[in-house]
Nanobody, 119 residues
Framework: QVQLVESGGGLVQAGGSLRLSCAAS????????MGWYRQAPGKQRELVAS???????DYEDSVKGRFTISRDIAKNTVYLQMNSLKPEDTAVYYC?????????????WGQGTQVTVSS
């Protein structure tokens, strides 16, 4: 069981920046993929950014060039640096850890952190 604790959300004006942190209870190097998802009111949860155990990153199109996912393996922490924030980035952001084998996939979630971008 991987436990994830997010922090860093808050209220920011459009054009501003925030950095989210996700601290894992075990080595993130042993987790196949770490990611950040978000869910706005009335919308489905969507993947924002992910980073594999090998360090490869991927981003949802609307955040490319504005958001950066990174990790500190020594601290078992994944970050999401969000720049040039827009009101449409407003959502609850969730950290995710995904671990899979040949037969099973396990997803672990943090409690979520609210990000609100005012216009």
């Amino acid at each position: 069981q991987v436990q994830l604790v997010e922090s860093g959300g808050g209220l920011v004006q459009a054009g501003g920046s925030l950095r989210l942190s996700c601290a894992a209870s075990e080595s993130i190097f042993s987790i196949n993929t770490m990611g950040w998802y978000r869910q706005a009111p009335g919308k489905q949860r969507e993947l924002v950014a992910s980073i594999s155990s090998g360090g490869s990153t991927d981003y949802e199109d609307s955040v490319k060039g504005r958001f950066t996912i990174s990790r500190d393996i020594a601290k078992n922490t994944v970050y999401l640096q969000m720049n040039s924030l827009k009101p449409e980035d407003t959502a609850v952001y969730y950290c995710n850890a995904r671990r899979w084998t040949l037969t099973t996939t396990m997803n672990y979630w943090g409690q979520g952190t609210q990000v609100t971008v005012s216009s």
